[in-house]
C-alpha cells in the first residue's frame, strides 16, 4: 500500500493510525468520563437540566458528614472478611493440587467451574440454595442433624446477610485465585525444592520458608483485587436482595447507582464515586509501599 | 511410620478437595433437579430429590416461549460477534506499535492503558450515561458495542508477550523483500498472534455474555433483553416458582460451561497469563 515511502514514514503513519481509534475511545469512555465526574462532584446537577449549578465542597461535605453514606461500608467489610478467608483457601488447594496427586486436573477444572457461570443465573441460583423455607441449603443442614440451623432465613437476617451474600462471591471466585496460585506455584524453580530437600528441610518447612515467599507477588496483587473487589461489591446484592432486608445489604457502588440513577442526584453521587476512587488508589498505594519494604522485587 | 503418615496427609488432600468439588456442585445439582419436576411435583417433593423424569422439558418450553430467551441469545450473539471482530483488531494494533515500535509517547500510551484499570467502571457510568445518551446509542445494540470494545491492559499484556517471542528476523526479512508496515502487521503479526486471539476471543466471550450492568443500564427496552437481563425481568414476573427459574438458570449457564469444558486450556491460559506477569 504505501510501499514506496520509507520505512521511518511508514512508522509515523503506522503509529499515529492505528493508535487513533484505540487511543479515542479510551480517552471517550474512560478518561473523559472520569474528568467529567470529578466536575460534576462540585455541582448539584439532576441528571437531566442543562444547567449545573457550582456547590464547591458542598457533596464532599455531604459524604463525610452524612453518617447513612459511610454507614454502608460496614456492610462491605463482610466481603473483605469473606475475601480473605477466599484467598487463605486458594492457597490452600493450589499447593495441595500442585502436589502429587491422582486426577488433580479434574479437581482444578470443577473447582474453577463456578468462574465462568453467568453471575445473575448464580445469584438466584443462591437465592434458592438460601430460601428459608424452600431452600436446599436448610433442608440439607435439617437432613445432617444440625436442626437449630435449619430455621436461618440467610438472605432475611440484618447480620447474616451480607456474609451470606459474600459467601456466594467466595463460591465464584475462589477457583480463580486457586488458578492464578497454582500458575505462579509452577513457576518456582524446581531445584529450590531439590536444595531445600538434600539440606533435610521438612515438607511444613519448605512450604513456609520457600513456597510461601515466592508466591508474595501474586499474593499481593490477589489482596489487592480482593481488597478493591470488596469496596466495589455490586451485582451480587443488587440482582438478589435489592439491598434488603430494610437496606442492610445495601453496598457503596449501589448506593451510589441509587443516588445517581433513583434520586437523580449526580452530583452527590459523583462525590462518592470520586471518594471511591480516591479509597482504590491509597490501597494501591499502600500495598506498593510495603511491596517495596518487603525488600526482595 | 513414615508410610502411615503419607497416608494420611493424602486422606486429607483428598477429603478436603472432596469437600470442595462437593461446595461447588451442590448449587448446580439442586438447580438440575428442580428444573425438571412440574409445579405439583416440585409442591410435593423434597427440593433436593431426583425429578420423577428427566424427560419433562416443560419448564425449559415455557422458558423460551414466555421469557424470549430465544431473542436474548440472538441479541448477545450479535454483541459478541461485533465487539470481538473489531476488540481483536484494535488490540493486535495496539500491541503491533507497542511492541515493534520505540517512540517518545509509548511508556504514556501503556501508562493510560494501566491507571484505566483503577477506575471503578461501575461509578463512572454515571457520567459515561451522558455521552452514550449523547452519541444517540441509548437504547441500542451499539450501547454496549462501544463500551466493549476497547482494548484492555491484560489483553495488551498478552499480545506483549506473544508479540515478544515472535522472533524480528521475521520483520526484517520482509522488509528485504519489500513489504510495507502494514503487510507485515497483516500477514506477519496478526496471524502469529492467533493462540492469544483464541483465548482472549474465549475469555471475553464469556465475561460479555455474563454482563448484567451494561445491558441492563443502556438498553431497558423489551426487545433488547440479553440472556442476563432477560433472566432478571423472568426472575421477576415469575418469582416464587421456582421450577421455571431453575429451567431458565440452567439454559443460560449451559453456553458457558459446555464452552468451558471443551476449551479450559485456554481459559486457564488467559487466566494466568495476565495476572503471574
Given amino acids: ?297 | 511410620m513414615a508410610h502411615n503418615k503419607f497416608r494420611f496427609v493424602d486422606f486429607i488432600k483428598y477429603f478436603t478437595l472432596l469437600i470442595g468439588v462437593f461446595v461447588v456442585l451442590f448449587p448446580p445439582y439442586v438447580v438440575i433437579v428442580n428444573a425438571f419436576k412440574s409445579t405439583d411435583e416440585f409442591n410435593s417433593s423434597s427440593s433436593m430429590a431426583l425429578p420423577k423424569s428427566f424427560l419433562n422439558f416443560d419448564n425449559f418450553t415455557a422458558v423460551f416461549q414466555r421469557g424470549g430467551l430465544l431473542s436474548g441469545f440472538g441479541n448477545v450473539l450479535v454483541i459478541i460477534i461485533i465487539t470481538l471482530t473489531l476488540n481483536i483488531l484494535f488490540g493486535t494494533m495496539v500491541a503491533y506499535v507497542l511492541g515493534r515500535f520505540s517512540f517518545k509517547l509509548k511508556p504514556v500510551v501503556f501508562g493510560a492503558y494501566l491507571v484505566a484499570t483503577i477506575i471503578p467502571s461501575i461509578t463512572t457510568q454515571v457520567a459515561t450515561f451522558g455521552i452514550i445518551k449523547n452519541m444517540g446509542l441509548y437504547n441500542t445494540l451499539g450501547a454496549p458495542i462501544v463500551l466493549y470494545i476497547g482494548a484492555d491492559v491484560i489483553q495488551i499484556i498478552l499480545y506483549l508477550q506473544f508479540i515478544r517471542n515472535i522472533p524480528f528476523d521475521l520483520d526484517e526479512s520482509a522488509m528485504v523483500e519489500g513489504a510495507s508496515l502494514f503487510k507485515i502487521y497483516r500477514s506477519i503479526i496478526f496471524p502469529l498472534l492467533t493462540p492469544a486471539t483464541a483465548t482472549l476471543v474465549i475469555l471475553k466471550t464469556i465475561s460479555i455474555y455474563n454482563d448484567m450492568y451494561i445491558p441492563y443500564l443502556y438498553m431497558p427496552k423489551q426487545s433488547l433483553g440479553v440472556v442476563t437481563t432477560i433472566l432478571m425481568r423472568f426472575q421477576g414476573v415469575n418469582s416464587g416458582e421456582w421450577n421455571l427459574i431453575c429451567a431458565a438458570i440452567l439454559l443460560i449457564l449451559l453456553p458457558t460451561v459446555i464452552l468451558y469444558f471443551f476449551l479450559q486450556r485456554y481459559i486457564f491460559e488467559g487466566v494466568t497469563s495476565g495476572a503471574v506477569k
Fill in chain 1, 1 to 297: 500500500m504505501f510501499g514506496t515511502l520509507s520505512y521511518n514514514k511508514q512508522k509515523t503513519i503506522i503509529i499515529v493510525s492505528f493508535l487513533l481509534i484505540p487511543l479515542l475511545l479510551l480517552a471517550t469512555f474512560t478518561y473523559y468520563p472520569a474528568i467529567k465526574l470529578v466536575y460534576y462532584s462540585f455541582t448539584n446537577w439532576d441528571g437531566y437540566s442543562p444547567e449545573k449549578p457550582w456547590v464547591g465542597l458542598d457533596n464532599y461535605r455531604e459524604v463525610f458528614s452524612n453518617p447513612d453514606i459511610f454507614k454502608v461500608f460496614t456492610h462491605n467489610f463482610a466481603y473483605f472478611v469473606m475475601g480473605i478467608v477466599q484467598n487463605i483457601v486458594a492457597i490452600y488447594f493450589a499447593v495441595v493440587l500442585s502436589s502429587r496427586l491422582r486426577g488433580k486436573n479434574a479437581f482444578r477444572i470443577m473447582l474453577f467451574l463456578p468462574y465462568i457461570m453467568n453471575g445473575v443465573a448464580v445469584a438466584f441460583m443462591f437465592g434458592y440454595v438460601f430460601d428459608t423455607t424452600n431452600g436446599s441449603l436448610n433442608l440439607f443442614l435439617d437432613n445432617i442433624g444440625l436442626h437449630h440451623l435449619a430455621q436461618t432465613s440467610w438472605l432475611g437476617t440484618e447480620g447474616l446477610v451480607n456474609y451470606s451474600l459474600a459467601s456466594t462471591g467466595f463460591w465464584r471466585f475462589m477457583g480463580y485465585n486457586m488458578v492464578i496460585y497454582i500458575a505462579s506455584l509452577q513457576a518456582i524453580p524446581k531445584d529450590i525444592y531439590e536444595a531445600a530437600k538434600i539440606d533435610g528441610a521438612g515438607s511444613f518447612q519448605t512450604l513456609w520458608r520457600i513456597t510461601l515467599p515466592n508466591m508474595k507477588p501474586v499474593i499481593q496483587l490477589n489482596l489487592f483485587l480482593t481488597v478493591t473487589g470488596a469496596l466495589e461489591v455490586f451485582d451480587l446484592p443488587f440482582v438478589l436482595t435489592k439491598g434488603g432486608p430494610a437496606g442492610a445489604s445495601q453496598t457503596y457502588v449501589q448506593k451510589v447507582v441509587e443516588t445517581a440513577f433513583a434520586f437523580n442526584n449526580y452530583g452527590l453521587a459523583s462525590a462518592m464515586s470520586i471518594i471511591l476512587l480516591f479509597f482504590v488508589v491509597i490501597v494501591l498505594l499502600v500495598q506498593q509501599l510495603v511491596l517495596n519494604r518487603g525488600g526482595d522485587k
